[in-house]
């Protein structure tokens, strides 16, 4: 599946943003979708992910700020991020993965497909 997310941009500390990915295919409701991000100097880390019955999860440090969605009918996931801080700035990259275990959800090399990134900078 190929994938191309957007949405970034910059942001004051507190404010909201509303990232989106796109997918190709015809099977897109399979998918396991999931946010990741990339911050200079870090590791690549998990944000949220989305199952496909509709099954969330997420990072500790965004749980109740950010809500991770699908529409599966525009084969699209939606990232909402709420109240942002600037621990928040970093690129994030949408993943898919149909056959990922629920225990490697978060982990970077159980996806092979990949977006491009967009960067999030959230001011102080």
């Known amino acids: 599946v190929q994938l191309q997310a957007s949405g970034g941009g910059l942001v004051q500390a507190g404010g909201s943003l509303r990232l989106s990915c796109a997918a190709s295919g015809r099977t897109f409701s399979g998918y396991t979708m999931t946010w990741f991000r990339h911050a200079p100097g870090k590791q690549r880390e998990f944000v949220a992910a989305?199952?496909?019955?509709?099954?969330?999860y997420y990072a500790d440090s965004v749980k109740g700020r950010f809500t991770i969605s699908r529409d599966n009918a525009k084969n699209t996931v939606f990232l909402q991020m709420n109240t942002l801080k600037p621990e928040d700035t970093a690129v994030y990259f949408c993943?898919?993965?149909?056959?990922?275990?629920?225990?490697?959800?978060?982990?970077?090399?159980?996806?092979?497909?990949w977006g491009q990134g967009t960067q999030v900078t959230v001011s102080s």
């Open positions: 989305i199952r496909k019955g509709g099954f969330t």
């Open positions: 993943a898919a993965s149909h056959s990922v275990i629920l225990s490697a959800v978060g982990v970077v090399g159980a996806y092979k497909d």
